[in-house]
Nanobody, 118 residues
Framework: QVQLVESGGGAVQAGGSLRLSCAASGSGLSFNAINTMGWYRQAPGKQRELVARISRTGRTDYADSVKGRFTISRDNAKTVTLQMNSLKPEDTAVYIC??????????WGPGTQVTVSS
């Protein structure tokens, strides 16, 4: 079983920065199977969308809307950080940590609110 614990988030004015962290804990095959970790977000009335993800080998993918502003990094095999700079009001959403576990179902965190005011 895997649990994802998120930290960071909060409220900031446009142009500001926030840092999100996600740590995976657990044991067993499904825990050791964690490969890509990343962040999704969901704004009210909108579908969940990928923000950024990083593989165990360090390959990264970003949504076009955050390229050049957000940076995802992996501190170790089970911890991922999202540095968000130059935040915009349209970045306001619940940010949700995700862990891809191969043949096992993805693990999801509870989500953390990010609010950017203009």
């Amino acid at each position: 079983q895997v649990q994802l614990v998120e930290s960071g988030g909060g409220a900031v004015q446009a142009g500001g920065s926030l840092r999100l962290s996600c740590a995976a804990s657990g044991s067993g095959l499904s825990f050791n199977a964690i490969n890509t970790m990343g962040w999704y977000r969901q704004a009210p009335g909108k579908q969940r969308e990928l923000v950024a993800r990083i593989s165990r080998t360090g390959r990264t993918d970003y949504a076009d809307s955050v390229k050049g502003r957000f940076t995802i990094s992996r501190d170790n095999a089970k911890t991922v950080t999202l540095q968000m700079n130059s935040l915009k009001p349209e970045d306001t959403a619940v940010y949700i940590c995700n862990a891809d576990r191969g043949i096992f179902p993805d693990a999801w965190g509870p989500g953390t609110q990010v609010t950017v005011s203009s």
